[in-house]
Each structure stands twice: as C-alpha cells, then as structure tokens.
C-alpha cells in the first residue's frame, strides 16, 4: 500500500510563543501610567468642567431648600449691601453669603469664610463648609494684580436673584422704578412664574460680579432694556443656573451679547440691550407681580 501522503500543514515548523517577560510587561505598564498622566489635563475638557458646575449648582440648590426647610419655608436673605439704607449690609442683617468681588487684592475676593462661617453666610452650614460650590470651576480669571499674588481663581462666581429672598434691596419697594418688580421670601411663594420657572443662582460674568445678587427686570420681556450686571458665558456661550424647584441646568446664551462677552478686567455695568432674546428669557424666569 502507498503511504498517504502527510498534509502541508504538518510540514510547518510552529513558531516559538515568546510572551513579555516580567520586568518587560512592567516597562510597559510603567509607559502606560506616564502617558495616561499627560494626557489628564486634556481630561479636564470643557464638558467635564460643565457637569462639575452642574454638580455644584445642584448642591447649592440643595442647601439653600434645606435652610428653608429649617426655618418655616422662610428662605435665605438676600440683602444688598450697597442698598438705599446706605453702604454696608443693614444692622444685623447676615445674607447667604457676604462680601462684594472685585479685581483689586482685597479679602473678599479670596477669603472663603465669608461663603461657610456662620458669621457671614447662612448657607455654610447646610452645604457642609465646602466653598467649591460657590464658584464655577471655569471661572479661573484673575486681575493682573491679582495673579502677582499667585492667585488662580477668585472665591465666587454666583449671585442670587435679587427678587428671592428678604433683605434690604436698592430703592425699595420698586427699585429702579420696575412696577412689576416681586420679592418672594417664602418657599411656597413662588406664583409668577412656578418654582421649575424661576431662576435662584447664577454664574455671573466675571467684569459684573460685585455683590452676591443680580437684579433683572420682571417686565424687560419684549428684548429691549438694560441688565445692571451680566451673566456668565464660560460653558461655550453658557452659563450655571438653579431653579426654585431645586434643578439646575446650563444654559445656553442664544445671542453674541450675552455669550461671547469677553473678560477685560474692568467693571461691566448698566449694559444696553435691544433685539435680544436673552434678555426676556431672564425677564420671565424672574418673580413679578400677577
């Protein structure tokens, strides 16, 4: 009988498995490690920082229901420092949080025992001392004279509505002469809008920050008026926002005016507004008389 003949396939001498040797697969691992470091600063992507702001809105949030939670549905005051009863925050009045921003060296800029002591805010305690949630995490602008000092952010960069919350404001009862202007300061007060349309904190423009509230007015709802002080625009044309029902979200800014305001250092007031659609959009998620 002939023999069969044997297959190719057996004819082929099998290659050797050479795996990494130990100290080899630890070079690599070590390789990975150091490539992985590099590449975390790109980690920080303006998406991450967005939902870091979201995060700290929606704790802020959270406190701020808590206090009034705690004291009869009565909620946080929110007084103007500089308001018609004179430079200063009135007699006994403690707010949220205290102090006015600006870009000299001065403590408020920096000092955070004046967002968690309970000497200076009323929310300290109900957001666990943290300041973190007080300030965007993109809000890392700081004045020349500023930067001299090593400074990298300043401490804040929220502010309250102005029509939530007791307190003195400027020119009561109708500050600058807005007759639909309405301060609510009780949780269940919140009739025009509803809570989920009312806005409670903002990121503000870092050229407007000064005190920790922002006026708006309630009847500015046909895009023509003027805003005292801007919001922010760091979340590409956005900003961080709360509402009275406790959510929060980042809203986007739907005209040049409002998101692509750059940082100049120098105060950003009483600005203008004609044809903008962002303006009624605050107008209307602001308290105002029925």
């Known amino acids: ?31 990975l490690g150091f490539l992985s470091l590099l590449v975390l600063p790109a980690l920080a992507s303006p998406q991450s920082k967005a939902a870091e702001c979201l995060n700290n ?37 403690r707010s949220f949080v205290t102090g006015v921003l600006d870009w000299t060296t001065g403590s408020y800029n920096t000092n955070t025992s004046f967002l968690t002591n309970d000497k200076y ?64 300061t009780n949780l269940t007060g919140f009739q025009t809008p509803s809570p989920a349309n009312v806005w409670v904190f903002i990121d503000e423009h870092p050229d407007s920050i000064d005190d920790q509230m922002m006026y708006v007015d309630p009847s500015a709802t046909n895009t023509t008026g003027m805003l005292l002080e801007l919001p922010a625009n760091t979340h590409s044309g956005g900003c961080g926002v709360t509402f009275a029902d406790g959510s929060a979200a980042i809203h986007k800014w739907q005209t040049l005016a409002f998101s692509q305001v750059p940082v100049t ?23 105002r008389s029925p």
Not at 60 to 70: E, P, Q, R, S, V
């Open 57 to 93: 809105m929606r704790q802020l949030a959270k406190a701020w229901i808590m206090y009034a939670g705690d004291n009869n549905e009565r909620l946080a005051t929110n007084g103007d420092p500089r308001s018609s009863e004179g430079e200063g925050y009135a007699d006994g009045e």
């Open 121 to 184: 805010s009323l929310l300290g305690g109900y957001c666990n001392r943290n300041p973190r949630i007080f300030a965007c995490p993109s809000a890392n602008f700081v004045s020349p004279p500023q930067r001299a000092l090593g400074w990298g952010h300043r401490a804040r960069s929220v502010a309250m509505n102005a029509a939530v919350g007791d307190g003195s404001k400027y020119e009561q009862p109708f500050p600058f002469g807005w007759t639909q202007w309405c301060v609510v």
């Open 265 to 287: 250092y120098t105060p950003l007031y009483d600005v203008p507004m004609q044809g903008n659609i962002d303006l009624p959009w605050l107008s209307l998620h602001t308290p």
């Open 1 to 31: 009988m002939k023999r069969k003949p044997s297959s190719s396939r057996s004819q082929i001498p099998r290659p050797e498995c050479s795996g990494l040797t130990l100290p080899e697969l630890l070079v690599v691992l070590a390789t």
